[in-house]
């Protein structure tokens, strides 16, 4: 005889059900980006608490496609990735506008009331869907204030660009946010600087976790043979190729005049002809995308950051002290990871040429130097900067999302 489901040795012996939860984005974690990474990070951690999918939103613009979804499995997580075919203007991804057409399609693949927890990587995802009432929603809200790279701004389409997104994130998305429905999420800021301008927002500060390092055991802090310099990033985004430029305009001539055999080591992919244009600097090495990130440090004395523009927390300026590097950086970085790097102790910073190329040029000749911050920002990052951190911030919104709902 079947046992009666009001039967308390039936409920016993009946496993409980985990939350489903649905991470909405338009970043994939299965990406090699630097912003893919806290995606995988947010899936770890939303993992402890429930079974996990992803949905990953791509636009394109073809006028008698259809929705098309691609399933991939992560680890026990299902990726979809779900083509939305822009047919107008909301449903284009540049505007945080809710958009019907984006929305229908979504709904011909995927039930978002069949889930127990939203969570949107970034804002926008949430803020393009009509999302079911009733399913709590948690936004991490990282990059969510952004300085535009006005140096950089040389055309009209860049400064349109440019515009546009100001725009959509002070206008749009900072109206829509003080509405009363928007009151009812839990909100992940990665600093300190961007909870303060949304403030009347419920939240936390979630910080950015640099990408584990590709090499075995300890960072090697040693300094190579030859005195080096290395930037290291994502090449067609604008505040990464306006900091490169001016750091070989205003910076890299000073620190050849002192160490003229100096190098200057550029990583990342980008446009040919940008990369062309670095190369005919003297002394500087365009290497692309690297297939082994720890040979690349090895041969740098020292990272430079010289960001004059841009969003969030630059993961670029923690990145290399997993491979025993230093870094220089402007205070805009170091603005962006406050109160983590102590100027001085863990960093060089300075926000004018000569300043940067002070430090530049002190660090390549005294290389133990620059080892001995290495370790200070080694060991400081790695001690404060812990997934165990991160996931105990996830799990405490999801926690009270989702005993609050139960």
Not at 39 to 47: E, G, I, M, P, T
Not at 349 to 378: F, K, N, W
Not at 379 to 402: H, N, P
Request: glycine share 6%.
């Amino acid at each position: 005889m079947k046992p009666s489901l009001t039967d308390p040795a039936a409920v016993l012996d009946t496993p409980a059900r985990r939350p489903k939860i649905l991470l909405l984005t338009y970043i994939s974690p299965l990406q090699r980006w630097g912003s893919a990474k806290r995606s995988r990070f947010l899936v770890d951690a939303l993992k402890l608490h429930g079974t996990v999918d992803v949905l990953v939103l791509s636009f394109v613009d073809v006028a008698d496609a259809e929705a098309s979804l691609t399933v991939t499995d992560l680890d026990g997580v299902k990726v979809m990735d779900l083509q939305i075919v822009q047919r107008g203007l909301l449903s284009r991804p540049r505007f945080d506008l809710t958009s019907s057409d984006v929305s229908s399609q979504v709904a011909q693949h995927v039930d978002l009331a069949a889930y127990d927890l939203l969570v949107s990587r970034y804002v926008r995802p949430a803020m393009k869907l009509e999302l079911p009432c009733g399913v709590p929603l948690i936004v991490d809200f990282d990059d969510a204030v952004y300085d535009p790279p006005w140096y950089a701004l040389r055309t009209v389409k860049s400064w349109v660009g440019v515009l546009l997104r100001l725009f959509n994130d002070r206008i749009i998305v900072r109206t829509r946010l003080k509405g009363a429905s928007w009151r009812h999420a839990h909100y992940l800021f990665c600093r300190d600087a961007e909870r303060e301008v949304f403030g009347w927002l419920p939240g936390a500060v979630l910080p950015n976790l640099p990408p584990a390092a590709d090499r075995e055991g300890p960072p090697d802090f040693s300094p190579p043979e030859q005195p080096a310099l290395m930037f290291v990033g994502l090449l067609d985004y604008m505040p990464n190729h306006d900091a490169v430029d001016w750091f070989l305009d205003a910076i890299w001539p000073i620190v050849l005049r002192e160490v003229p055999e100096a190098h200057f080591l550029i990583v990342g992919s980008g446009a040919d002809d940008r990369l062309e244009r670095w190369r005919r600097h003297p002394s500087v090495e365009t290497l692309g995308f690297v297939d082994s990130l720890a040979d690349a440090y090895a041969r740098a004395t020292a990272c430079v950051v010289p960001m004059r523009s841009g969003a969030g927390t630059n993961i670029k300026a923690l990145e290399p002290y997993l491979y025993g590097r230093m870094v220089i950086a402007t205070p805009l970085v170091v603005e962006g990871h406050h109160p983590l790097f102590r100027p001085g102790d863990d960093v060089l910073t300075a926000a004018d040429p000569a300043g940067l190329a002070r430090h530049c040029v002190a660090m390549l000749r005294t290389p133990q130097r620059a080892s001995e911050i290495a370790r200070c920002g080694y060991q400081r990052i790695t001690t404060t900067l812990t997934e165990e951190r991160f996931r105990k911030i996830v799990g405490e919104a999801v926690d009270s999302l989702l005993r609050t709902r139960g």
